[in-house]
Every structure is written in structure tokens, then in C-alpha cells.
């Protein structure tokens, strides 16, 4: 299913306003298990966890943000957006 460029600018500016914010506070949860449990990781390890972390939440959602600063291809001359 092809997202047409209004829904994956719309799609793109929610996962920034609400998925980004949400997806911080949940990596923060997930570093204070890491404490509580564990005890602070050395430097290198936790920057490894922070890094891996942010990789693997917005890999899969690069097609969405993928040409959204871009004029609308299948727009018309006339058309605002």
C-alpha cells in the first residue's frame, strides 16, 4: 500500500510530535530498569544501548520520512497544499 505525500507528511509530523516524545520517555524506563538492576554500564556500553536504541525504533520508519521536504510530485501547478 503506497501512502500517498499529504499522509506521509501528516504521518511523519505525528511520529515526530506524539511517537517521539512517547518513545523517549519509554527508553528512559528502559534505562532506569538497566540501572535499578544493574547499576550505571560503563560509558561505552550504555552510549552502545542508547545508539542501538534509536536505530532500531526509527530504521523501519525511514520510507515514511523519506521525501517529505519535497514539493508534492503528483501535485498540480495550481494546487496548494
Do not use: C, N
Amino acid at each position: 500500500m503506497a501512502l500517498s505525500h499529504k499522509t506521509r507528511k501528516r504521518l511523519s509530523l505525528f511520529i515526530l510530535v506524539v511517537g517521539l516524545p512517547l518513545y523517549i520517555v519509554l527508553v528512559v524506563g528502559i534505562m532506569g530498569i538497566i540501572y535499578d538492576r544493574w547499576g550505571q554500564p560503563p560509558l561505552l556500553i550504555e552510549l552502545a544501548i542508547y545508539i542501538v536504541l534509536g536505530v532500531v525504533a526509527f530504521f523501519p520508519l525511514k520510507p515514511i520520512f523519506l521525501g517529505t521536504s519535497r514539493e508534492d510530485p503528483d501535485a498540480s501547478e495550481g494546487d496548494a497544499d
